[in-house]
């Protein structure tokens, strides 16, 4: 019966555990995946001729900002 309970106990924790780092997980997740999509976006850009840097300051404003980081990038490299 012990037994029983103890694995009860530990697999609600378990799923307490997993709820609990689900958001920041998802949060971490998508500004990873929108880094390599903007740092994709960037290489093609470099590629058509507008110098835009690929580096990791560029790569996290449109990690953090998605596509109006990008644009704003974009737009800087038009007047800088």
């Not at 799923?15 to 997980?25: G, R, V, Y």
């Amino acid at each position: 019966m012990t037994k029983v309970l103890a694995i009860m106990i530990i697999s609600c924790l378990l799923i307490l555990a997993l709820a609990t780092l689900a958001k920041p997980l998802r949060l971490v997740l998508r500004f990873i995946l929108s880094a390599a999509l903007g740092g994709a976006c960037l290489w093609l850009c470099n590629r058509f001729g507008l110098q835009v840097g690929v580096n990791p300051a560029t790569l996290c404003t449109v990690g953090l900002l998605g596509a109006p980081g990008f644009v704003g990038l974009l737009f800087l490299s038009f007047f800088l």
